[in-house]
């Protein structure tokens, strides 16, 4: 896959201020809280105030939560174990929308570390996972929901778009994935803890990827700029 942008390794900063939130990785189970109000700085300079309000709680490594337009639902990425979670007006289902816990590897940094639902996810069922599995390679795969039941995936459904990409570290993956506005998918992958990666346009690591999920292997869109 082609890169779309280069992306130079940044240090990170330990006196950030205030109005940037670090989500950072624990081992307990924490809660994921929705933003309602926060402390944000509006065009005038003046600060207003933010609150937090309690969605669900109960969680264990929480990364990532994505909701298919047009749906009321959080789905959630518990990046340990690989699971998927379906949090419906403040209730978090029995059952996982797609447990991937036989395919990830969460050493690390890694794991179950990206969702996105195609656009027209309504009409075709299809979404998006990114995830670290065998020796830490990167990955993102396409599932499908359950034509019967639409709080679960299809396992069978499985088709790998990008990778495996391999990687020699457990630090520094990245994961996250979003579709743009021009319907193509974006996949951020970290440098591997090696950062001359970033810079070196023979490697995807260290870059953002924009790839197009509706075209055939290997997805590359003919306008990407490198």
């Known amino acids: ?133 065998a020796n830490n390679a990167s990955i993102v795969a396409e599932y499908v929901a359950d034509a019967a039941n639409p709080n679960i995936a299809d396992p069978s459904s499985a088709q790998i778009i990008v990778g495996p990409i391999a990687q020699s570290s457990v630090i520094h993956k990245g994961g996250t994935i979003e579709f743009g506005p021009d319907g193509k998918l974006y996949l951020s992958l970290g440098d591997d803890d090696f950062y001359p990666n970033g810079q070196d346009l023979s490697v995807a690591k260290g870059k953002i990827l924009r790839i197009d999920v509706d075209v055939p292997f290997p997805h590359v869109p003919f306008d990407n700029p490198f």
């Open 1 to 133: 896959v082609q890169p779309f942008a280069v992306c130079s390794r940044v240090p990170v900063m330990h006196n950030e201020p205030p109005s940037i939130h670090m989500c950072r990785y624990s081992a307990l189970p924490i809660p994921v809280f929705l933003f309602l109000m926060a402390m944000v700085t509006s065009i005038n300079g003046q600060a207003q105030q933010l609150e937090l309000e309690l969605a669900v709680d109960g969680l264990s490594n929480p990364v990532m939560v994505a909701t298919p337009p047009g749906d009321s639902r959080l789905f959630i990425c518990e990046r340990e174990d690989g699971k998927i979670l379906i949090a419906d007006q403040g209730t978090t289902l029995p059952t996982p929308f797609l447990d991937l816990g036989g395919l990830v590897e969460s050493n690390g940094e890694g794991g179950l570390l990206g969702l996105a639902f195609h656009p027209q996810y309504a009409t075709n069922s299809r979404f998006y996972v990114s995830y670290t599995g």
